[in-house]
């Protein structure tokens, strides 16, 4: 009942920036938390950062703490991804994902988009 689409990615070279924006679209009312993950070839998907819908409170997986920011516009319904000082172990498909729970944590979210590219070279 929620529909996320991701965008924004691209190929860029190492220390450059990415946004990535993920509006929501459906029973955006029964989002709590929304995250984004990214899942590098031949590696598992990881968690990179969540966000509270309604208090912005936010979370960070270490590898991308100082450089990476989850931001949201509740009303664009659209989470936000800003990637700064690149490297090229960020390499991956980033994905979009909301969930009913408030818990910011590692845990199974609910609706996930697409995927979008982001290559970083070096």
């Known amino acids: 009942q929620v529909l996320l689409v991701e965008s924004g990615g691209g190929l860029v070279q190492a220390g450059d920036s990415l946004r990535l924006s993920c509006p929501a679209s459906g029973r955006t009312l029964s989002i709590a938390t929304m995250g984004w993950f990214r899942q590098a070839p031949g590696k598992e998907r990881e968690f990179v950062a969540a966000i509270s819908w309604s208090g912005g409170s936010t979370y960070y997986a270490d590898s991308v703490k100082g450089r990476f920011t989850i931001s949201r516009d509740n009303a664009k319904n659209t989470v936000y991804l800003q990637m700064n000082s690149l490297k090229p172990e960020d390499t991956a498909v980033y994905y979009c994902?909301?969930?009913?729970?408030?818990?910011?944590?590692?845990?199974?979210?609910?609706?996930w988009g697409q995927g979008t590219q982001v290559t970083v070279s070096s």
């Open positions: 994902a909301a969930s009913t729970s408030y818990y910011l944590g590692i845990h199974e979210y609910d609706y």
